[in-house]
Every structure is written in C-alpha cells, then in structure tokens.
C-alpha cells in the first residue's frame, strides 16, 4: 500500500492531477483511496489531495506519506514531517526546498520546451507513474478521457517525458480493481436517485452539497429529470415537495445550514404525508463554520427539526457504495410511507473517491405507491399502519387534497380535538410500521470481542480499519457497529452486542458525542469513552488506533 | 358539464369579505373555461385567501405561509397537463412570499396567480401588508404605518411578467373576464385583485375603491411596455382595472432542455442503458 499528497495552492491543477493519476492507479489494478483537503477559496492558499493505494481494499486515508507531489515551498513546510523514511518529495527545480528527500526535476522548463507550461503538472504524473513502477502504456487512454483532442498528443508527451527521467524506486504491485469504478459520495448519491426514478431536484449552491447538483444537471436532458436551481433553500424545498404532490420523484440538497432553512418545509411533508428526500451533506458549524471541511455534527438536529412531531427516518452514509444504495432506498421508502427521509452525508464523503464494485442496476426495484380506488377518495384514510391510498393529482378522477393545517380523513381543515387525536396517531403508526424495514448497523470485527466501538456514517472507513489494526496488534479484542439507518434507531444488534461489551466507545466528528446521546437515550445505553474529532479534518483509522492507545496507557 | 362542477363548501370568512366575490367569479371563469375539476389544482399558502382551495372543488395544496408559488411552479413542472392556480393574499404573497414572487416571474412557468388584495393581514387580525397606505393605523402599527406600500403591479412589469392585471372583487363581470384571460395566457399570468377587509381594514373599503376604480379601454395599448409602468403608477384617485401589460414570451417548459419535449415529466420512463453508461464512465 502507498500513500501520495498532491499539494499547492488553489488554482494549480492539483484536482485534475489527483482525478488522472487515480484513473491510471486503478486500471493498473490498484484499489484508490483519494481524499481531498481545502480550502474555501478559489485561488491561493493550501489544498492538498491524498492518494492511498494498495492491492486489498482501503477504507480510510492516512497521514504517513511515501512520496509527496509538491507545486510549492509551502507544501513542502507543510507536510514534510509526514514523509516517511524513504519518502521522495517531487517538486519542480524552480521550487527552494533543499530537503534531502526532493527530487527536483525540469518540469516547467520541460513543458515550455513542449510547447504548452500548462502540461507541468502531467510531466509530473509521468515521474510519478515510473517511481511506482507503472507500464506507460496505460497513459494514452486515460489522457484521452480527461483533455480535449487537440491536447491529447501534448499531454501524452508530457507524461513521457515525465517517465523517462527517473528510475523505478517502489515495486509495482498486482491488484484486481482494474474493473471496478471510482467514484465520489456525491455521485453515488446521485447515481443512487436516478436509478431510483428521480425527476425533479432543486437546490440551492452550498458547499460541500452542489457536486449533487452539478451531476445530475450535466445529464439531466439524457436521464430525463429537470434539475432546477432554486432563489433560496425554502425554495428548494418547497419545490421539491409540490412536484413529489403532482407525482414526480423529487428530491433536494443541502448543507446544515441551508437545512435550517428547509425546516418548516419537513413539517409539511409530515403532515400532508407528501414523500420527500433532503440531502444534508454536513460540514462544521455552528452557521458558516469551515465551509469546505468535514463534520458530523447534524445529528441531533435533523432528528428533531420542525415544529411538532411527526414521523421521518435518517439515513446516513457510510461508503460510496452505501451512498448509492442508500439514496436508492430513501426514494423508494419515502414514497411508500409517505414520509420525509434525511439522508446525511458529509464532506468528507461527499468529495472522496472510493474503489467500488460497478453497481449492479438488476436487482433494484422501484417501488411505486399507485393505488386504484374504488367509492369515494380519502386520502388521508385512517389506516392500520398508518399509510394512506395516495393519488396524484390529474391523474385520476377523485380530487386530491393535501393541507398544512391538521385536517379530517377527506383532508379538510378541522379543529375538532377527536379528529386530531386520530390523525396524530396514525400518522406517529407510521414509525411503528417503518421499524419492520430498518436495517441493523453494520457489525465489524470478531465474535468473541470485548470493547466495542461505536459509530456512524463516515467514520464507518476509518473505524474499520482501526479495527483491523488493533486486532492485528493486541489479538481479537476490538469490535464495531456502524450505524447506517439512525432514526428510527434500530436496537436488536446494539443491545445485542453492548451486553457482552467491557467498554463501549463512541468515536464521531462531533464535540457533544450526538450518538452516544442518542443511543442513551433510547436505549440506555452509556459510552464509557469517547474519541471526538471536530477540527474540521477527517479521523484516521491510524488516528483511532493512537487515541485508543494513548487510553489504555493512562 | 354541469354548472355545480366547482361547488363550494361552507366558508370561515365574515360577512361582506372581498373573498366571497373572488370564490364566486373563480367559479364561474373555471365553469367558462369548461374544465375539468380533478384537472385543476389550486395553490395557497396561509391566510384567509389561502382558504380559498377548500371552498371548491378541485385539486388543492394548502401548503407553508409564503410558499404557494415554489409548490405550484413545481407541480407544473412534474405534469404539464395540470391547470395550476396560485390564489393567496397580499402578505402571503408580497411579504412572506416576496422573494419567490419575484423570481417566479423570471422563470414564466405557465400557471396563474391571482392575488387577494386587501392591503392588511386578516387571519393574524389587523397587522399592516406590505401594500397597506402610510399612515394606516393597527394594533402594531399604533401610530400610522410608515413604509411605503409596494406598487405589486409596478413590481410585476419592471421584473418581467408577461401578463400583469388589476380586477376588484366588487367589479364581478370584470374579474371573471381577467381571470379567464389570465387562466388562458401562455406564461405566468398575474392579477392583483382588490378586495374589502370588512373585519380589519376601515380606510380601503368596498365604498372607496368602488369611487375610484375605472375600467381601461381599447385605446389603451396593452404591450406598450414603458406606458404600462406609468399605468401602474396611477394609483390614488384613479386606480385603472384591467390588463396593464401583456406580452408573449417563451415559458419555462419551451424553454428547459429535458420539458420541451416529451410529454408530461411523471409519465416518462427512465432508459436502464442511461444509467448504464453513467456507471461505465466511472470505471
């Protein structure tokens, strides 16, 4: 497994640099980890890319770096202390670093000599690619997917270049992910929707969620769904719940911030039972926080939003391949209970790429609430489980209503206190019924554990390769639930396992420990020890393991 | 098609609101225009207008204060097919709502957006509109309201509408005659109606805006753009009903990519090599 920074300052190319030399990782066989570090800027300061590959699958990033791609001095400063032993630091000749380790190499004056300084960055690739030990023969295709014809030739050239001034310094290694996809959160989430039948998204721009938007808008004429962008979030979500009413699949996305604007919309999902998915890809707050950094502190409140009560699930994402299910599953269980489903993301997720078995469309089913009725139409009909006969409106005979005020079976407005009992309760009858679908964490490590670790969405990668290596270290001592479906909570795992649990450990990105609370509060259940990151910066699995470490020595 | 096709219920409203004249012309317009009721959705948000959906029968969406516009552009946009109505009220619509009646213009979705003009907010009991006359006097406003009250109709033109009305709910033959030209009206049609508030507004009653209201005629020139927005600064003693501005732009769905073509959205059928593709392009 290898581990590579690209680092420098907005504007320098450091995104195509990281998307192209994935590409030719993976379909050299390799499984690819790349996440991304930024900055809220468009040009200057510091971002970097890190680039984990190796021959088994990677669930998390890593500090410890074995080469480092530096377009700048700062860089170098930056993270020289992370360079491994035999790390090299790969920079452009013009750079002032006299560190030991640089390999300092022509790269814009090759370019120029090329014709084009821009292609600095892929002679850079190609110096890359021979250190690792890689067949240039896999540069052409790739290159051709990324650049416009007419710089395919120069590019390709670059790389060359790149290549043939070094020698190999790590061994190529064998791994079988030449055929997998590599993709992001963000695009799995949207994936997940379009396979699901979505045709309607609107949303307002907010970090780290637009990437949503902006893919589904590049193929919205070939998959035939209108992406609208909204004046406002209420907008957002209001739009997307009048054209669910009409009968189109929607769905919209957001950050916590634009999320709180979306609040009294959930309620009116609630009450008119009108199905809605909300993306909240979360990011540090409180308000504007670290726009383009990571956090997972919209627990707690994406549970409780809105005025009142009514039912609702959260869903959060724990891996690109879960991004895509997932997303596919919220569609399909809103519109069968009628019901607003939160799906939570992050940034973290939302902007790394991740080496994923290519979905498989076959087995999924949409399923659609139609309904025929014979007699007259109540729609919302006082029911065993809670769910109505929905109708869409224009589509059938019978008049459909939906109204924000607490209403009768028919959907008028009533203020009798019988009608409201009624109503609350079948709409609450709603939860019961949902808890027949939740599905159980996801139960990582040996049977015979005795300290349980605790966790959900995102911090599933990390926490499963902590893990891995505390086990590897201390004998099969150390076990996981992650938790996927938040609310409703499902318990049969987590009672199951806490009762044969020494200690149980919350690690989240969060400074309250939002799912120890929440897990306490349904269950009982207490964390021991809580291992809380919120600087903004992803936990690693390495990171997990030294906390942990750190405890059991005091 | 019979003449009861839109019924009306029982409503909450008091005795002599503007809103019974408006209920009732609707009715009429919609009758008129031989539709079908179950092809009809009405939009409101919250306030007396906005009750206006429970009192006929059609399709109805009584969503958030504010927030009629974002719903009813939407279920357009899901299906074409449907006769989309916005009939909400001043404070729904100019306060609240502002924000997404400005930039609903801009989009022109084909729906019509009648406005329930009384210049006060009646379901809150009495708080000055973002239309109210300076100086009118409320249990907030205790001493005479002092912002200037917004010029809807004004605002409509200079922001781009295609179609921008004034009717009264007083004026019967008149509102019935603008509904049916703005249900017709390919675009965004909008008609800021002026109605009584007998319960909370003592100053712009049926009596002051009968004394001042006037019909324009054929020699007023409906697509004369600049002459419009001087039409609708004349507001005062003589307040003119009827089209001010008329124009025929492209709508929404003429306009966007994936609608131009293909039917209505909620009927078309997803290709699996489509997404297919996008899968394959991942890899």
Same mark, same amino acid.
Not at chain 1, 108 to 114: F, H, P, Q, Y
Not at chain 1, 144 to 169: C, H, M, P, W
Not at chain 1, 517 to 536: A, M, P
């Given at each position: 497994?290898?581990?590579?920074?690209?680092?420098?300052?907005?504007?320098?190319?450091?995104?195509?640099?990281?998307?192209?030399?994935?590409?030719?990782?993976?379909?050299?066989?390799?499984?690819?980890?790349?996440?991304?570090?930024?900055?809220?800027?468009?040009?200057?300061?510091?971002?970097?890319?890190?680039?984990?590959?190796?021959?088994?699958?990677?669930?998390?990033?890593?500090?410890?770096?074995?080469?480092?791609?530096?377009?700048?001095?700062?860089?170098?400063?930056?993270?020289?202390?992370?360079?491994?032993?035999?790390?090299?630091?790969?920079?452009?000749?013009?750079?002032?670093?006299?560190?030991?380790?640089?390999? &300092?190499?022509?790269?814009?004056?090759?370019?120029?000599?090329?014709?084009?300084?821009?292609?600095?960055?892929?002679?850079?690739?190609?110096?890359?690619? &021979?250190?690792?030990?890689? =067949?240039?023969?896999?540069?052409?295709?790739?290159? &051709?997917?990324?650049?416009?014809?007419?710089?395919?030739?120069?590019?390709?050239?670059?790389?060359?270049?790149?290549?043939?001034?070094?020698?190999?310094?790590?061994?190529?290694?064998?791994?079988?992910?030449?055929?997998?996809?590599?993709?992001?959160?963000?695009?799995?989430?949207?994936?997940?929707?379009?396979?699901?039948?979505?045709?309607?998204?609107?949303?307002?721009?907010?970090?780290?969620?637009?990437?949503?938007?902006?893919?589904?808008?590049?193929?919205?004429?070939?998959?035939?769904?209108?992406?609208?962008?909204?004046?406002?979030?209420?907008?957002?979500?209001?739009?997307?719940?009048?054209?669910?009413?009409?009968?189109?699949?929607?769905?919209?996305?957001?950050?916590?911030?634009?999320?709180?604007?979306?609040?009294?919309?959930?309620?009116?999902?609630?009450?008119?039972?009108?199905?809605?998915?909300?993306?909240?890809?979360?990011?540090?707050?409180?308000?504007?926080?670290?726009?383009?950094?990571?956090?997972?502190?919209?627990?707690?409140?994406?549970?409780?939003?809105?005025?009142? =009560?009514?039912?609702?699930?959260?869903?959060?994402?724990?891996?690109?391949?879960?991004?895509?299910?997932?997303?596919?599953?919220?569609?399909?269980?809103? =519109?069968?209970?009628?019901?607003?489903?939160?799906?939570?993301?992050?940034?973290?997720?939302?902007?790394?790429?991740?080496?994923?078995?290519?979905?498989?469309?076959?087995?999924?089913?949409?399923?659609?609430?139609?309904?025929?009725?014979?007699?007259?139409?109540?729609?919302?009909?006082?029911?065993?489980?809670?769910?109505?006969?929905?109708?869409?409106?224009?589509?059938?005979?019978?008049?459909?209503?939906?109204?924000?005020?607490?209403?009768?079976?028919?959907?008028?407005?009533?203020?009798?206190?019988?009608?409201?009992?009624?109503?609350?309760?079948?709409?609450?009858?709603?939860?019961?019924?949902?808890?027949?679908?939740?599905?159980?964490?996801?139960?990582?490590?040996? =049977?015979?554990?005795?300290?349980?670790?605790?966790?959900?969405?995102?911090?599933?990668?990390?926490?499963?390769?902590?893990?891995?290596?505390?086990?590897?270290?201390?004998?099969?001592?150390?076990?996981?639930?992650?938790?996927?479906?938040?609310?409703?909570?499902?318990?049969?795992?987590?009672?199951?396992?806490?009762?044969?649990?020494?200690?149980?450990?919350?690690?989240?990105?969060?400074?309250?420990?939002?799912?120890?609370?929440?897990?306490?509060?349904?269950?009982?259940?207490?964390?021991?020890?809580?291992?809380?990151?919120?600087?903004?910066?992803?936990?690693?699995?390495?990171?997990?393991?030294?906390?942990?470490?750190?405890?059991?020595?005091? | 098609?019979?003449?009861?096709?839109?019924?009306?219920?029982?409503?909450?409203?008091?005795?002599?609101? @503007?809103?019974?004249?408006?209920?009732?012309?609707?009715?009429?317009?919609?009758?008129?225009?031989?539709?079908?009721?179950?092809?009809?959705?009405?939009?409101?948000?919250?306030?007396?207008?906005?009750?206006?959906?429970?009192?006929?029968?059609?399709?109805?969406?009584?969503?958030?204060?504010?927030?009629?516009?974002?719903?009813?552009?939407?279920?357009?946009?899901?299906?074409?097919?449907?006769? %989309?109505? %916005?009939?909400?009220?001043?404070?729904?619509?100019?306060?609240?709502?502002?924000?997404?009646?400005?930039?609903?213009?801009?989009?022109? %979705?084909?729906?019509?957006?009648?406005?329930?003009?009384?210049?006060?907010?009646?379901?809150?009991?009495?708080?000055?509109?973002?239309?109210?006359?300076?100086?009118?006097?409320?249990?907030?406003?205790?001493?005479?309201?002092?912002?200037?009250?917004?010029?809807?109709?004004?605002?409509?033109?200079?922001?781009?509408? @295609?179609?921008?009305?004034?009717?009264?709910? @007083?004026?019967?033959?008149?509102? %019935?005659?603008?509904?049916?030209?703005?249900?017709?009206?390919?675009?965004?049609?909008?008609?800021?109606?002026?109605?009584?508030?007998?319960?909370?507004?003592?100053?712009?009653?049926?009596?002051?805006?009968?004394?001042?209201?006037?019909?324009?005629?054929?020699?007023?020139?409906?697509?004369?753009?600049?002459?419009?927005?001087?039409?609708?600064?004349?507001?005062?003693?003589?307040?003119?009903?009827?089209?001010?501005?008329?124009?025929?732009?492209?709508?929404?769905?003429?306009?966007?990519?994936?609608?131009?073509?293909? @039917?209505?959205?909620?009927?078309?059928?997803?290709?699996?090599?489509?997404?297919?593709?996008?899968?394959?392009?991942?890899?």
């Amino acid at each position: 497994m290898y581990n590579l920074l690209i680092g420098g300052a907005a504007g320098q190319g450091i995104d195509t640099m990281a998307a192209i030399l994935e590409k030719l990782l993976k379909r050299s066989g390799y499984f690819v980890l790349t996440t991304r570090d930024f900055m809220s800027r468009v040009r200057g300061g510091h971002n970097f890319s890190l680039i984990r590959f190796g021959t088994d699958a990677i669930t998390s990033h890593s500090s410890k770096l074995d080469g480092m791609i530096a377009l700048n001095d700062e860089t170098i400063a930056l993270h020289q202390s992370a360079l491994k032993t035999n790390g090299f630091i790969l920079c452009d000749s013009g750079l002032k670093t006299a560190h030991p380790s640089a390999i &300092k190499i022509d790269m814009d004056i090759m370019a120029k000599t090329l014709g084009n300084s821009r292609v600095s960055g892929n002679i850079g690739l190609g110096v890359v690619l &021979k250190l690792f030990g890689e =067949e240039i023969t896999l540069v052409a295709e790739v290159v &051709k997917s990324f650049f416009k014809e007419e710089l395919v030739d120069i590019n390709i050239q670059a790389v060359t270049a790149g290549y043939n001034s070094v020698e190999t310094r790590f061994p190529h290694l064998n791994g079988h992910f030449g055929g997998y996809m590599t993709i992001s959160g963000s695009s799995a989430i949207a994936l997940g929707a379009m396979a699901a039948g979505l045709k309607f998204y609107s949303a307002y721009p907010m970090s780290p969620s637009t990437s949503i938007m902006e893919y589904l808008a590049l193929h919205s004429e070939k998959a035939g769904l209108v992406v609208e962008q909204a004046e406002d979030e209420i907008a957002a979500v209001n739009m997307a719940i009048g054209a669910s009413f009409a009968g189109a699949r929607a769905m919209t996305g957001t950050s916590g911030g634009g999320f709180s604007l979306m609040v009294e919309a959930l309620g009116l999902s609630g009450m008119a039972e009108i199905p809605l998915v909300v993306v909240d890809a979360q990011r540090p707050g409180p308000v504007t926080g670290f726009p383009t950094r990571t956090e997972q502190s919209d627990l707690k409140f994406v549970i409780s939003a809105s005025q009142g =009560e009514f039912p609702r699930m959260v869903i959060a994402l724990r891996n690109q391949e879960d991004a895509f299910h997932q997303t596919f599953r919220a569609l399909n269980l809103a =519109e069968k209970y009628q019901i607003p489903v939160i799906i939570l993301s992050d940034q973290y997720l939302g902007d790394a790429t991740a080496t994923v078995k290519p979905f498989e469309l076959s087995g999924l089913k949409t399923e659609r609430a139609d309904e025929a009725i014979d007699g007259g139409y109540l729609r919302y009909r006082l029911t065993e489980d809670g769910i109505s006969p929905r109708l869409i409106p224009g589509k059938t005979k019978h008049l459909v209503s939906a109204d924000s005020d607490e209403h009768d079976e028919q959907g008028w407005i009533t203020e009798s206190a019988a009608v409201r009992v009624a109503m609350m309760d079948k709409r609450m009858r709603k939860l019961k019924a949902l808890e027949s679908v939740l599905q159980e964490p996801e139960f990582i490590g040996p =049977e015979d554990f005795k300290v349980l670790i605790l966790g959900w969405g995102s911090t599933w990668g990390p926490i499963t390769e902590a893990i891995k290596l505390l086990n590897a270290k201390h004998g099969n001592l150390y076990a996981a639930l992650v938790f996927g479906d938040v609310y409703p909570l499902p318990k049969r795992l987590l009672i199951e396992k806490a009762v044969s649990a020494y200690d149980i450990i919350n690690v989240e990105q969060n400074a309250t420990g939002q799912l120890a609370l929440l897990i306490r509060e349904q269950t009982g259940i207490q964390c021991t020890v809580s291992i809380l990151k919120y600087d903004g910066r992803q936990i690693t699995g390495e990171e997990i393991v030294d906390r942990i470490e750190e405890g059991i020595r005091k | 098609m019979s003449t009861n096709a839109f019924s009306t219920y029982e409503t909450a409203w008091c005795p002599g609101c @503007g809103n019974f004249g408006i209920l009732d012309c609707l009715k009429t317009a919609l009758e008129e225009l031989d539709l079908n009721p179950s092809d009809v959705l009405m939009v409101a948000g919250i306030g007396q207008a906005a009750k206006i959906p429970q009192y006929i029968s059609t399709n109805s969406f009584c969503g958030l204060h504010g927030r009629a516009l974002p719903a009813a552009v939407a279920a357009k946009i899901a299906n074409e097919k449907l006769t %989309v109505i %916005v009939s909400t009220g001043d404070g729904d619509t100019y306060g609240e709502g502002g924000n997404h009646f400005l930039h609903n213009i801009r989009r022109n %979705v084909n729906i019509t957006h009648f406005v329930h003009d009384n210049q006060v907010y009646g379901l809150t009991k009495g708080q000055a509109s973002p239309t109210s006359d300076e100086g009118l006097v409320t249990d907030v406003q205790t001493t005479g309201n002092i912002n200037t009250p917004l010029n809807p109709v004004l605002l409509a033109i200079a922001a781009g509408a @295609g179609f921008v009305a004034r009717s009264f709910s @007083g004026d019967k033959d008149q509102l %019935v005659a603008t509904m049916k030209q703005a249900i017709a009206h390919e675009g965004y049609s909008f008609v800021d109606i002026l109605q009584p508030c007998v319960s909370f507004n003592k100053v712009n009653t049926f009596s002051y805006y009968s004394q001042r209201v006037y019909h324009l005629d054929d020699s007023y020139n409906v697509t004369d753009k600049a002459a419009s927005m001087q039409k609708a600064m004349e507001y005062g003693d003589r307040i003119p009903l009827g089209v001010i501005y008329r124009e025929s732009k492209p709508t929404f769905h003429q306009k966007n990519a994936v609608l131009k073509s293909g @039917g209505p959205l909620l009927d078309r059928i997803n290709e699996p090599e489509v997404l297919q593709k996008l899968i394959s392009s991942f890899i």
